[in-house]
């Protein structure tokens, strides 16, 4: 059995599709297909199960994931200590986050990170849903919630904060908003309820409020929405200085802390290239929510 068979098994057991594997491989999902045929008649036995839903793995392929998960450890840490001048770091990481963070923290952090390492290639995926790692949707993942279960590593990172904001021009003329209760008379920006992944973004629960006048599964849109006068939404402190005409408002009536974590593949902390990211990456973090915050 060689590598490049492992590979193309890793990847159908991830996708759970021919298709979406041959993406990832930059090969047609027929190839796919018949390097997952020939590896299981190597094998002597069905690594997935083929159905109108996908492919799963069987108990077979499910012990030969781990094995595998194994082998491309090994050859990515093998590959680190050839690859570039020392201590320069090279090759591909794919970094999941929040939508907020990824738009807001990581494009300062990444080219920080980048400009050190030019042979270094940084991918930020911003999904407004849990990333999946044992899929590799990407390499490690900035979250606002711990783990529940996998094979993984967690570390925080570091806390930020949150208030409630509006726009200048609406506050003006707006009825007066001095404590929770007069949130009632205004509209409220906020996340589309049964879209919240997380429970810890679910800010509005806590407070009373049932009704949102507008909503969008994404930070940026929310934002968009208060920058343009569409009423009062929770808003990172972070986020306010790329947004000048907002303002905090009951900021001694309400505060949130919720905090950043990173997660990583628990095999991973062995890598060269993901652990120097990873460390890259959380100190650059801290420092640029501290900065932003301290800007408001």
Not at 24 to 50: I, N, S, Y
Not at 139 to 161: C, E, F, N, W
Request: hydrophobic share 45%.
């Amino acid at each position: 059995m060689d590598w490049d068979d492992l590979r193309v098994f890793l990847a159908v057991a991830r996708a759970e599709s021919l298709s979406r594997a041959g993406k990832v491989l930059r090969r047609d999902a027929a190839t796919v297909g018949r390097r997952v045929a020939k590896l299981e008649g190597d094998l002597g036995q069905p690594l997935f199960t083929k159905s109108p839903q996908g492919y799963a793995l069987t108990e077979a392929g499910s012990r030969l994931l781990s094995h595998a998960e194994q082998a491309e450890q090994a050859v990515l840490s093998g590959v680190d200590e050839l690859a570039g001048p020392s201590g320069q770091l090279s090759g591909q990481v794919r970094i999941g986050a929040t939508d907020g963070c990824a738009s807001y923290i990581l494009p300062q952090v990444c080219t920080t990170i980048r400009k050190q390492h030019p042979e270094l290639e940084l991918q930020i995926v911003a999904l407004p849903r849990v990333i999946n790692l044992s899929k590799r949707e990407a390499d490690m993942a900035i979250t606002v919630s711990p783990p529940q279960a996998g094979r993984l590593t967690l570390q925080k990172i570091t806390d930020y904060h949150l208030h409630l904001a509006a726009a200048r021009d609406y506050l003006d003329a707006a009825p007066p908003l001095q404590n929770l209760e007069d949130l009632h008379a205004h509209p409220v920006v906020g996340y589309i309820q049964d879209m919240i992944f997380y429970p810890e973004l679910d800010f509005l629960t806590g407070m009373g409020i049932e009704k949102v006048a507008l909503a969008s599964n994404l930070v940026s849109v929310q934002l968009g929405m208060v920058r343009q006068g569409g009423g009062v939404g929770i808003t990172h402190d972070f986020i306010l200085p790329f947004a000048p005409n907002l303002v905090r408002v009951l900021v001694e009536e309400l505060s949130i802390t919720r905090s950043f974590y990173l997660i990583r593949h628990e095999g991973d902390v062995r890598v060269e290239r993901f652990a120097r990211v990873a460390e890259a990456l959380t100190r650059g973090i801290r420092d640029e929510v501290a900065r932003l915050e301290a800007m408001v």
